[in-house]
């Protein structure tokens, strides 16, 4: 008979890390490239840059996970400090400047795959 390993903690939080982290980043694609591609095909490359401050926000957050998100199957903690970046974009200037709990809803996934990954690169 040949031994069978056994699935170790460590296996399945890297299983569910990178399971979450690619539904997270499939979900948020699937939400913001749409609009984006919409405001690029309408305004031009400009959108990038001279949009409101929440439409900023959004787009170099989105930007920011997707770089984090790529490196994460190379670099874990890199990748975890850039998502952990992109998490704070995120969250810190509709909470500080609006009080929109909102932000919470795409910042707690981020913070949550940045932590993932940090006790990844520990273990």
Not at 18 to 47: A, Q
């Amino acid at each position: 008979m040949e031994n069978q390993k056994t699935k170790t903690p460590r296996s399945k939080l890297f299983l569910f890390t990178y399971i979450f982290s690619t539904i997270i980043f499939l979900f948020y694609s699937l939400s913001y490239l749409p609009k984006l591609v919409g405001d690029i095909m309408d305004e031009g490359f400009s959108t990038l840059y001279s949009n409101t401050w929440e439409v900023l926000v959004m787009t170099w957050t989105y930007f920011t996970f997707t770089v984090g998100f790529a490196l994460s199957w190379f670099k874990k903690f890199v990748a975890a400090i850039i998502i952990l970046f992109a998490a704070v974009l995120q969250m810190a200037p509709f909470l500080i400047i609006d009080a929109n709990f909102g932000s919470l809803i795409f910042g707690l996934p981020l913070l949550t795959i940045g932590i993932l990954l940090l006790v990844l690169h520990k273990s």
